[in-house]
């Protein structure tokens, strides 16, 4: 069996944790396995400031390729953490593998996360970091609400997240992505669970935050559960994880 070194990226307000059964299940089949906690998260939660952004992140995962000298790694990103690990294969492309897209994918320059649901989103979330967030992070969301109708996802699961949980510098969101093109070289996955390829389809040609989703080298998988598949299908996912490479 091939040995092979993943890097797993989390999304708002989470993180190294949200991935430790897939992180265990992966080290069980021989992998090479970093999870990351990014900077003001997880275990590096003391980290947070005003000044933490989508920068900050980037250079977080570009730091742990280089101090670990990894190379061939398939870089996986979550949600938000596809902004980071895009623009980590953008710096540093040739230690980059494969780049998976967890039910996300990359957005394109001059577009911050912020942006991704639309000015009305933006708006709300803003006010929250306003009264909530002392002016600079956004809380996490209510779990088990979003979890309500996700049998998976049982009351350990639930608690996992919100013990593991941390409000999200606003800053990370709002500063807009910029990159170079040199990430578009990589073979991408897209792992797809909030939707469909179906709908992928039909959502690009309106959207431009779904527009790179279409172009280049991609394949893609179903995995359909919530928008945490690595919570609510932990195995299924490490599945997927451990094909893109074979």
């Known amino acids: 069996m091939n040995t092979t070194t993943y890097v797993l990226v989390p999304g708002f307000w989470l993180g190294s944790r949200v991935w430790h059964h897939v992180e265990e299940l992966l080290s069980q089949h021989g992998h090479v396995v970093h999870a990351v906690d990014l900077a003001g998260m997880g275990e ?26 990894l190379h061939d790694v398939v870089l996986v ?42 000015p009305d989103a933006r708006a709300a979330n803003e006010a929250v970091v306003m009264t909530r967030g002392e002016g600079w992070m956004l809380p996490p969301p209510p779990w088990a609400m979003l979890a309500a109708e996700v049998p ?51 959502m690009a040609p309106h959207a431009p935050a779904f527009a790179h989703m ?21 195995a299924e996912l490490t599945e997927v994880l451990e094909s893109v490479t074979s």
């Open 44 to 69: 590096r939660a003391h980290l947070a400031s005003p000044e933490t952004d989508l920068s900050t992140h980037i250079d977080d995962v570009v730091r742990l390729l280089e101090q670990q000298d």
């Open 152 to 202: 998976e996802v049982d009351a350990v699961a639930l608690t996992a997240l919100d013990e593991g949980s941390q409000p999200q510098p606003w800053r990370t969101a709002t500063q807009p992505v910029s990159l170079t093109g040199a990430w578009q070289h990589l073979p991408r996955t897209g792992v797809l669970c909030s939707f469909s390829l179906d709908q992928l389809h039909q």
């Open 77 to 118: 990103g979550h949600s938000y953490g596809a902004l980071v690990t895009t623009g980590a294969a953008d710096r540093v492309p040739e230690r980059v593998a494969r780049l998976v897209y967890v039910d996300t994918g990359p957005l394109p320059d001059d577009m911050a996360q912020a942006d991704f649901e639309g």
């Open 214 to 234: 279409l172009d280049g080298d991609w394949t893609y998988v179903e995995l359909p559960t919530w928008h945490w598949p690595m919570v609510s299908r932990p």
